[in-house]
T-cell receptor, first 111, second 114 residues
Framework: KQEVTQIPAALSVPEGENLVLNCSFTDSAIYNLQWFRQDPGKGLTSLLLIQSSQREQTSGRLNASLDKSSGRSTLYIAASQPGDSATYLCAVNFGNEKLTFGTGTRLTIIP | DTAVSQTPKYLVTQMGNDKSIKCEQNLGHDTMYWYKQDSKKFLKIMFSYNNKELIINETVPNRFSPKSPDKAHLNLHINSLELGDSAVYFC?????????????FGPGTRLTVT
């Protein structure tokens, strides 16, 4: 069964620190992986998309890595800010034209 | 300019009623999706359409009927609403077969069934 897991479910970090969010998936034959951000009561904002052939993608203070062999992806956030507080969702396309989502990590940046 | 839009944003209705949610994308994508986010915030695919043709139907009750009048629109009609249908419904779109296939999501429709 193709599953996506995100641990921890919640994380609190002081402002200014660098942090890593984790995502693991059960099937290494993925097509791509997408990281999203969801603010309370809002929709999903796409942060980064990593193709199966890529190892990492960067956008500003965000860096996402992909290790298919170990079934893992990480989202690195540098110099965290209070505005980074949100739920971060990892979603995997296993080649079946749909996204399978993890349960998310609720991030709180403490000023 | 909103890429993927949904109406209404909020929908409160009673059990047994029939309701529709509309979705439109102006990205020129050929594939559209409906996802459901339950009370525990877990997101799961319901349907996908490619060029007005149903591609994915994830064992959703047949009270749910998607309709795609053209490739820019995917509407969701729900018959005989039940309490368990209360959730946030998200529409998304992507361009399948173009390499990137990033999915873009609408703002969501919060459905509350009383």
């Amino acid at each position: 069964k193709q599953e996506v897991t995100q641990i921890p479910a919640a994380l609190s970090v002081p402002e200014g620190e660098n942090l890593v969010l984790n995502c693991s998936f059960t099937d290494s034959a993925i097509y791509n992986l997408q990281w999203f951000r969801q603010d309370p009561g809002k929709g999903l904002t796409s942060l980064l998309l990593i193709q199966s052939s890529q190892r990492e993608q960067t956008s500003g203070r965000l860096n996402a890595s992909l290790d298919k062999s170990s079934g893992r992806s990480t989202l690195y956030i540098a110099a965290s800010q209070p505005g980074d507080s949100a739920t971060y969702l990892c979603a995997v396309n296993f080649g079946n034209e749909k996204l399978t989502f993890g349960t998310g990590t609720r991030l709180t940046i403490i000023p | 300019d909103t890429a993927v839009s949904q109406t209404p944003k909020y929908l409160v209705t009673q059990m047994g009623n029939d309701k529709s949610i509309k979705c439109e994308q102006n990205l020129g994508h050929d594939t559209m999706y409906w996802y459901k986010q339950d009370s525990k915030k877990f997101l799961k695919i319901m349907f996908s359409y490619n060029n007005k043709e149903l591609i994915i139907n994830e064992t959703v009750p047949n009270r749910f009927s998607p309709k795609s009048p053209d490739k820019a629109h995917l509407n969701l009609h729900i018959n005989s609403l039940e309490l368990g249908d209360s959730a946030v419904y998200f529409c998304a779109s992507s361009q399948v077969g173009q390499g990137a296939e990033e999915q873009y999501f609408g703002p969501g429709t919060r459905l509350t069934v009383t």
